[in-house]
């Protein structure tokens, strides 16, 4: 399971083209029980040397964001900075 989490970080920073150094914030969100892991976190944390996951972000509230940015996204629509 550690692996298969990596690798989906690993993924997803690369996919943003964002390094583990210019973030300022990571927040685990999945859709399941596994965001609440210890071994998880510990193992996510690790990953962006050292910075420990937000844990005041509601990991469904921010799946759900997600899906709606990813819906728009995949739909055309073009955001713009301050505004939909």
Do not use: W
Request: aromatic share 8%; with cysteine.
């Amino acid at each position: 399971m550690h692996g298969e989490c990596i690798f989906e970080v690993e993924a997803t920073t690369g996919d943003t083209h964002l390094g583990v150094r210019t973030l300022t914030t990571v927040s685990l969100t999945t859709l399941s029980g596994s965001t609440y892991i210890p071994c998880i976190m510990k193992v996510v944390s690790d990953f962006f040397n050292g910075k420990e996951p937000n844990k005041s972000i509601n990991p469904d509230e921010a799946a759900a964001y997600g899906a709606v940015v990813q819906a728009a996204i995949l739909s055309g629509h073009t955001f713009r900075e301050g505004g939909a």
